[in-house]
């Protein structure tokens, strides 16, 4: 990307010049400033949410629904994982892999190893769940439980302990917020920070980053260029056009809300995963995403997790 001069200096490293406005600080930071704040969070994420020792593997999970701003992510977090000499494996989707040939990340730079989820796999799955839950909401929930499920399938048949999921502190909001809107309880184990399932570490290095941060930082890195492709390429294998629109209006709420937030308090209380979890404590949970489950409901497994077991048979050896 040429580089654009601008009067603003860095407000940290006060030598080079702004590239970019922190609204949550009011900073004006430069590109280098900016990438070794997004480093410090990982590195704070990891800390504070996971176990993981030095030189132990960690399979880091795909979003399924593309994410602009995720290949960059893959690669500062390998970055930070190599650091404490930790073995990582991206399992990732076939429209996130073709978007890092297209953008020239070798292997070696977005992790130790590369998983491909089959294509076949995919569309088996998502059949599952769009035929079980038409509401848009719900079909949403069932895929991130798809994810997670897939990410868990694979941590057990390697015995690997620690897996990454990645939403940044601002997406993992909006979800909760969509839990209050829509009042779909089972989708708020997918914001916790770390949750434990069937004695693995599920973790979210991302959850001290906002999504503004990772944007401004992806633009930098160009790749954004490329990235209608690999929406193209998940739009023709899953069919799930609606989907990706449907976020988007929604996006529009949560953008007024993200005004919000970064105006002054940094989120509404009540919504905060905090008081979810608080809120949330008083109902069983599910053994495998952590999602509150009614008493009353028969057996530990939540509604999602249910319909989606039978596809998994590794897992359901692991429960008999
Ligand atoms: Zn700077
Ligand atoms: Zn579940």
Redesign the pocket.
């Given at each position: 990307m040429r580089e654009r001069s601008s009067d603003i200096l860095?407000?940290?490293?006060?030598?080079?010049s702004?590239f970019y406005y922190k609204r949550a600080s009011g900073e004006y930071?430069?590109?280098?400033?900016?990438f070794r704040g997004l480093e410090r969070g990982i590195r704070r994420g990891l800390s504070d949410y996971s176990s993981m020792r030095r030189e132990e593997q960690i399979i880091i999970l795909d979003t399924f629904i593309p994410s602009i701003w995720l290949i960059p992510v893959i690669h500062l977090l390998h970055r930070v994982l190599r650091e404490y000499k930790n073995y990582s494996i991206f399992l990732a989707y076939p429209w996130t892999l073709s978007l890092a040939k297209e953008t020239r990340c070798g292997e070696k730079e977005l992790s130790n190893e590369m998983l491909e989820i089959s294509i076949s796999r995919i569309k088996e799955l998502i059949n599952i769940c769009s035929a079980t839950y038409q509401y848009t909401e719900d079909l949403i929930t069932c895929l991130l439980k798809m994810n997670l499920l897939i990410g868990l399938e694979n941590a057990l048949e390697r015995n690997i302990k620690h897996i990454a999921i990645l939403c940044p502190r601002d997406k993992c909001f909006s979800i909760s917020l969509k839990n209050i809107l829509f009042l779909n309880k089972e989708i708020v184990s997918e914001i916790y920070p770390k949750r434990l399932s069937l004695g693995i570490e599920i973790f979210n290095p991302l959850y001290n980053i906002s999504e503004e941060d990772l944007l401004a930082y992806t633009i930098s890195t160009g790749i954004y260029r490329r990235f209608n492709n690999a929406l193209e390429s998940f739009i023709k294998n899953t069919g799930l056009k609606e989907l990706v629109y449907f976020s988007s209006t929604l996006s529009d709420i949560y953008l007024m809300i993200n005004e919000i937030v970064y105006s002054g308090s940094r989120e509404i209380i009540f919504s905060s995963t905090e008081s979810l979890l608080k809120i949330y404590s008083k109902f069983n949970k599910c053994i495998l995403c952590n999602a509150p489950i009614n008493k009353s409901d028969h057996g530990s497994i939540c509604r999602f997790c249910r319909t989606l077991l039978p596809f998994f048979k590794s897992l359901e050896k692991f429960l008999r």
């Open positions: 860095c407000t940290r490293c006060k030598v080079r702004a930071l430069c590109r280098k400033c900016l």
